[in-house]
């Protein structure tokens, strides 16, 4: 299978510019291409994925990629696929969270390699020299009003009303393709579809600032089968940075997704091979309880975001908690396992009957229902089933010294910590 055989067979070309002209350069020649990241956060989250991997995918057939971080951009927002403008944020800010987001782009592409090395580039080195007078005389010349309007990230925002800052997003992301098209050799833009107006334009700046022909390629929006947003968690978003996601909470991301999603995000975000997805598409259609499809995304995605060692981490801890034996986790395993749910710090002290300690710990409103609990086996201390209300949970049971997991059923755990 050819590269955009392969491109192809994912369903990552969602529009492309002069089709036959683009699918014949990448054939033919070593393609110097690129996507942006604006740092509208101190870390990336999985919306950023596709076109990450899509950058990898192309540096693995040979081709060298550039990892644009929107230094300057980031100054101003991007109003594609807002109906809000976005809060500013101060200059020292967006440079540390550039600089956070190249250390993330650094462990998906490789710089180092002598064959088609990545480069790594902010556009706040040509955006911020920018005089206003240069700016509108030489850049915003090339622009009508008209012809922005007609762009779907502008014309979305006409009712909502949309400032004049972020009605220059298109222009300065349109000079990022022209210089990088005149000082690096770049000839293609890739991005999310929501970004097909600004690629465009870009070309079309390119074409009238005398730049080389260039192309433009979007994937699609990645969309859920259930209309729910993809890159959601009960918590929030999913970032990469596993200090905002633990690889934990990752890794559950994607294993609870949906089997109608699986094959697809397989397709997206791994690297396996046409005939792998195959033998797990058949997989799900015929033993779908085992969900081997989403266990091997968690683990190819996972791995490819924090490393195998997050992965086998992940994995105990989700055997950990579906038999309940909590004990055989590391203190770190634990917290990160136990993160988000209920938790209560108690005070070092004499030891409390099981009764009062199920209150103690929120897991029942009244000692009526807690009582009811423990009689019924429904109480566990660190996976044991205990029955006798009187009970002292005593400092015997504390995890690592300070720890006692409480589940209340088959999935209530609450968290316990002793000072």
Known sequence: MTFIEDLEYRGLIYQLTDREGLLEKLQNERVKLYSGFDPTADSLHIGHLLPVLCLRRFQLAGHLPIALVGGGTGLIGDPSGRSTERSL????????WTERLKEQLSSFLDFETDVNPAVMASN???????DVITFLRDIGKNFTVNYMLAKDSVNSRMESGISFTEFSYMILQ???????????????QIGGSDQWGNITAGLDLIGKMGGTKSFGFTMPLVTKSDG????????????????????YQFYQFWLNTDDNDVIKFLKYFTFLTREQI?????????RPEQRAAQRTLAREVTGLVHGQEAVVSAEKISQALFSGDVKLLSESELVEALDGVPSVLLEDGEPLPLLDFVIAAGA????RQAKQDIESGAVYINGERLKEAELAVSSDYRLHGKYVVLRRGKKNYFLVQYR
């Open 174 to 188: 349109s000079y990022d393709f022209f210089k990088l098209n005149k000082d690096f050799g770049c000839s293609l």
């Open 364 to 367: 029942a409103p009244s000692k």
């Open 228 to 247: 729910k947003k993809f890159g959601k968690s009960e918590s929030g978003a999913v970032w990469l940075d596993r200090n905002k996601t633990s690889a």
């Open 89 to 96: 944020n101060t200059s020292d800010t967006v440079a540390q």
């Open 278 to 286: 195959e033998e797990l598409e058949a997989e799900l259609r015929e």
């Open 124 to 130: 706040y080195d040509w955006l911020a020299p920018l």
